[in-house]
């Protein structure tokens, strides 16, 4: 019995009629066709699909779409303006902070979810906060590196 | 997945009807941390899905007879950023805060531990070590049952058709007690316990212990409450020989499976050392109380 779920996503109001047991994964990828979020496990392990809801960093596949009914959900898309990239982007662009990229959406998001909260995190703030992001490239080195980067580049 | 209905109640008698009325299977969701990994996984398939997190009597932490109430739906991040609860219990907290990643503890429940009924449950031994009760509420009204009594089995619990958990019921600390929780995993972040374990201990004026409750998991169907492990430690300053006697009281206690976390043999072991870990943290915060 399919329901009708309005939501903000990247500042636009959107509204879907979907199957309750839709994740909210699958909303942005299949009925918004944002597919910036990955999905790399759908079973909440590797950090690829995270999003922010109301402001705070989930793994969008933990969370059913009819869950987030009415809320301000932002994605990777949301982040650069036109073709100058966040500064958390060009950090891992600068450091290079991919190798396959696939993991890249989550652990951009989770990182600005961490400076939100924590402006000057340390090495070992960033690895700790990451522990929710697997990069199967285990690239996380650069990773860190770029966050660190992103991080002083946020607060200017 | 056959999932066709989605309902997010605004009051336990309003869940509990749901749940009564349901034709086929009812899942209640509050993290969602397990549910929609088993329901991706095919592991679980319900019908009907009950979403407590817009019940507000489930999702407050409040004061209740010196100790602390927490609604089923509080997530594992708000009980981490509440003072009080952690400054009193610091090893339930720490349990809880061991699941899973920064996101996840964004959602998860201590209720959704409890009831996903995995033997490795972080949160439940600092539970039963604290000796915590559940409030259930079911078409039958309201019942207390204690947490240790949830789980039966692998992912089985007592909990009847049609019955929920609404709330946990921590007591107050003793003005000389302290409570711990360790676990032993291959890793240092993310990963499932090989063993865990929960000690909450109280000391008389003399350093003496007087009370002790020490709760084993991951090295059986259930998570255990170790009686045995107990006495080793209730009438002695928890030096070097009760805590000889608490690891061999945890080791005999054990019942595990070997799986490719850990064998039988290195469970057994580990649980020992783990107990002994575990009481030291939980002494030292006796003393400083």
């Known amino acids: ?156 | 997945m056959n999932t066709s209905q989605y309902e997010a109640p605004g009051s336990v008698d309003e869940a509990v009807a749901l749940l009564a009325n349901a034709k086929g299977n009812a899942r209640v969701l509050a993290g969602g941390t397990d549910l929609l990994v088993q329901i991706r996984m095919g592991m679980a398939d319900p019908a009907l899905i009950v979403d407590i997190k817009k019940i507000s009597e489930m999702t407050t932490v409040t004061a209740e007879n010196g100790g602390f109430r927490i609604g089923a739906a509080v997530s594992g991040a708000e009980l981490n950023e509440n003072a009080a609860v952690k400054s009193m219990w610091p090893g339930i907290v720490e349990a809880m805060d061991l699941i899973g990643s920064t996101q996840i503890q964004g959602r998860c429940t201590l209720a959704g531990n409890l009831c996903n009924a995995s033997p490795a449950a972080d949160s439940v031994p600092a539970m039963i070590a604290a000796d915590m009760t559940c409030t259930i509420a079911g078409p039958n009204g309201r019942r207390e049952a204690s947490v240790g009594s949830i789980a039966t089995s692998p992912g089985k619990t007592s909990l009847a058709d049609g019955e929920i958990v609404v709330s946990l019921f921590v007591p107050a600390q003793n003005a000389t007690g302290g409570d711990a929780y360790l676990r032993f995993i291959p890793r240092t972040e993310m990963d499932i316990a090989v063993v865990g374990v929960g000690v909450n201990l109280t000391l008389d004026g003399n350093g003496v212990c007087t009370a002790a409750r020490v709760s084993l998991g991951a090295v059986a169907p259930t998570a255990l409450l170790v009686d045995d492990a107990a006495k080793a430690l209730i009438g002695t300053k928890v030096d070097d020989a009760a805590m000889d006697n608490l690891a061999a009281a945890a080791s005999a206690a054990c019942n595990p499976i070997n799986d490719k976390r850990g064998t039988i043999e290195f469970r057994t072991k580990v649980a020992g050392v783990i107990a002994r870990r575990t009481a030291a943290i939980a002494l030292e915060r006796a003393r400083s109380n």
């Not at chain 1, 779409?65 to 036109?82: F, K």
């Open chain 1, 1 to 156: 019995m399919p329901i009708t779920v309005s939501m903000t996503v990247n500042g636009k109001a959107v509204t879907g009629e979907i199957e309750p047991r839709t994740l909210l994964v699958q909303f942005i990828r299949e009925n918004l066709k944002l597919t910036g979020t990955h999905v790399g496990c759908d079973t909440s392990q590797c950090g690829a699909c995270v999003v922010h809801i109301d402001g705070t960093s989930v793994k969008s596949c933990t969370t059913l779409a009819v869950q987030v009914d009415g809320a301000d959900v932002h994605t990777i898309e949301s982040l650069a303006d036109g073709d100058t990239l966040h500064p958390m982007q060009e950090a891992f662009r600068e450091n290079h902070g991919l190798q396959c990229g696939f993991c890249t959406p989550g652990m951009v998001m989770s990182a600005v979810d961490l400076v939100k909260e924590n402006p000057d995190p340390s090495e070992q703030e960033i690895r700790e906060w990451l522990e929710g992001n697997l990069c199967r490239c285990t690239g996380y080195h650069n990773i860190v590196k770029s966050i660190k980067a992103g991080a002083a580049a946020m607060r200017g």
